[in-house]
């Protein structure tokens, strides 16, 4: 076996243009691949963090339809500009926080937070802004959909004993330039600020953050009617991702019960996903068979016009799995240079594109999984040499030494 | 001890278009170790078909070819394959050598897949060959060498293996008188010896006086010509 693969060694550093040309395919071919499955994986693990932090949490509530029960809105006093909403516009009914319990009874929900999102209208001619009521009791699942002391980027978080002090997102406070120690005027009240938060991608957001007993009461000055232990949301966050749908499903039937409209949750984004990596399956899958008849095209011009030489060495008593051999040995080396070569440019290409996107996975992946998988790529690229040469082998094994002799 | 290759009624023939060309109609002979045999003939009568036939790389339409008693004729590919590495040697008009191959890989060529080692192979390629008087030429190409050159590396490339049959299909045909000279001088010493036995087929310019008996071929009929 070892004569076999110096001999194929030796012809391929013979025929240098040729396999260099064949070495460079292998070489674009799986550099592509490796590329592109590393970004794939890659892709698909942030997804899966994303859609695991996204599509684990969600918001209750009950859109308000204005004909069927004025009454329920909580009666702002301002009902043009102000009311209890969600993002992006859409007005909500009050809801008993009574219902907590009974979400927090759901076994594929982890936690759950009641939430109160109001919009405000400041002065005559002023902005309009939303104020989140902020409760402490039920940080398992407002840290996880709303905003947590991690969030803070300048200031201080809520802490105990804390009254009338606001927390401002990141946005409305660049907007206004308000920093800490700034304040904001809610209704007819000064709030200090004690801290900027910028919670990026979480399930609910507000401009100011407030304390639950602070926003209540500067809400109840809007109202017609004082809140009476109610909540126009509910931040909920499922027992995981595969759990989500059955969680909303379940809340969104929960709500219907005693109130007429249905629950309006956002659908996990996983079921969103798959499109485009299908498509690029799909795009690998044409590089890969083309790979394949690349190399396959390769090898057979070699058989092709190496027939003189394969019918003298047949002549002189080399069998045909001798010849066959040399063929797929040949191809083999190909395959394995190649890819090893592209591999490492693959790889090299990959950090450089994921370094760029200022994107990490975990240390794990980029020592094990990654090279794994180029791993699994350099074998199938092998198997790829192995298949590309069969037909060529098996061609030239089949060279008939007197045919070619004697037409010469 | 009977004959080293015995030939009875042997034929080939070719079908073009729907015509069988006969080249070969019930040839029979024989060959014994220390005998040359010349076959004369025009071009195209049939001789290197013969040598064919014989080396195992074609295969017959009918009859039977002995080899050291066995039949032969009815081998594998593989096992003639076998018989050509092992016992059959052959010198081709054309020298026949592997342009990208230097003298020296040309020569172990012959002694691949056989179970001999690198260093062994290297060995004997090279021993035969600065026998041959090529010691300084062993990493040459064949384009690299004279006429001359390339006819005694073929010609070692067919003694490297010790065969005790070898065919020869005019060894002479592409060189000068000189060259012709010197190749038969390097191969008749082993069919003189006894150690082999050799079949040269020729259309004329081999030189009679060294047959041991000469046939000539004709219309796909072998005649025994007196010398």
Not at chain 1, 9 to 22: I, Q, V
Not at chain 1, 29 to 45: N, S, Y
Not at chain 1, 124 to 153: C, M, W
């Amino acid at each position: 076996m070892r004569d076999i693969f110096t001999a194929a060694w030796r012809e391929l550093c013979r025929r240098k243009l040729r396999s260099f040309g064949a070495v460079s395919g292998y070489l674009l071919a799986c550099a592509f691949i490796v590329a592109m499955v590393l970004m794939l994986q890659f892709d698909l693990q942030s997804k899966h963090a994303t859609v695991s932090y996204m599509g684990a949490r969600f918001l209750a509530y009950q859109p308000f339809v204005r004909t069927a029960d004025p009454d329920a809105v909580g009666r702002p006093l301002d009902p043009v500009n102000e009311g209890f909403f969600t993002e992006p516009t859409v007005t909500t009914r009050l809801l008993p926080r009574s219902l907590l319990e009974q979400i927090a009874a759901i076994p594929e929900v982890r936690a759950v937070a009641p939430f109160l999102l109001y919009r405000f209208k400041q002065g005559e001619n002023g902005h309009i802004f939303s104020v989140g009521a902020y409760d402490p009791t039920y940080q398992n699942a407002v840290r996880s959909t709303l905003v947590s002391p991690k969030d803070v980027v300048s200031g201080a978080f809520f802490r105990d004993g804390d009254s009338n002090v606001v927390l401002v997102d990141q946005s409305y406070a660049e907007l206004w330039e308000l920093k800490v120690g700034s304040v904001v005027i809610i209704g007819d009240m000064l709030y200090p600020v004690i801290g900027i938060t910028s919670s990026h991608a979480r399930t609910a957001r507000a401009d100011v953050y407030m304390l639950w007993p602070d926003a209540v009461a500067a809400i109840n000055k809007r109202l017609g009617r004082p809140l009476v232990d109610e909540a126009n949301i509910f931040l909920v966050e499922s027992a995981g991702i595969e759990a989500a749908p059955v969680a909303m499903k379940k809340v969104e039937a929960l709500l219907q019960q005693g109130h007429a409209n249905p629950v309006v949750c956002m659908p996990p984004v996983v079921k969103f996903m798959g499109l485009s990596h299908d498509t690029l399956r799909l795009v690998l899958a044409i590089v890969a068979i083309l790979t394949i008849l690349f190399a396959m095209n390769s090898q057979w011009s070699t058989v092709s016009e190496r027939r003189h030489e394969i019918a003298i060495l047949k002549a002189i008593g080399w069998k045909d799995a001798g010849i066959f051999l040399q063929i797929i040995a040949e191809s083999l080396l190909v395959a394995l240079l190649g890819s090893a070569l592209g591999a490492l440019a693959g790889y090299v290409g990959f950090l450089a594109i994921s370094t760029s996107m200022g994107a990490r996975v975990s240390l794990a992946y980029y020592v094990i999984r990654a090279p794994l998988t180029i791993l699994v790529i350099m074998l199938a690229a092998l198997l790829t040499g192995i298949l590309a040469g069969l037909l060529p082998a098996s061609r030239a094994a089949r060279t008939s030494p007197a045919e070619v002799l004697r037409t010469l | 001890m009977g004959p080293l290759l015995r030939v009875e009624k042997l034929s080939k023939s070719y079908h073009t278009r729907g015509n069988e060309i006969k080249v070969l109609a019930e040839v029979s002979f024989s060959v014994s170790a220390g005998e040359l045999l010349l076959i004369t003939g025009r071009s195209g009568v049939g001789k290197s078909t013969l040598l064919g036939l014989l080396s195992g790389l074609d295969r017959a339409s009918s009859g039977s070819i002995f080899f050291q008693e066995k039949e032969i004729t009815g081998l594998s590919l593989a096992e003639l394959a076998e018989l050509r590495a092992g016992s059959i040697g052959m010198i081709f008009q054309s020298f026949n050598l592997i342009p990208g191959w230097t003298a020296r890989e040309n020569v172990e060529a012959v002694l691949m897949h056989r179970g001999i080692n690198a260093a062994e192979r290297q060995k004997r390629a090279t021993e035969i060959l600065s026998e041959l008087g090529l010691k300084d030429r062993l990493e040459n190409l064949p384009a690299e060498l004279s006429v001359g050159q390339q006819q005694r590396v073929a010609i070692a490339r067919t003694l490297v293996n010790d065969p005790v049959l070898i065919l020869a299909d005019e060894p002479t045909g592409d060189v000068d008188a000189e060259t012709a000279a010197e190749i038969v001088e390097l191969l008749l010493p082993r069919v003189n010896s006894g150690r082999a036995a050799m079949i040269v087929a020729s259309h004329g310019l081999f030189d009679a006086k060294l047959a041991s008996r000469i046939v000539c071929l004709k219309d796909g009929s072998l005649s025994e010509t007196a010398q």
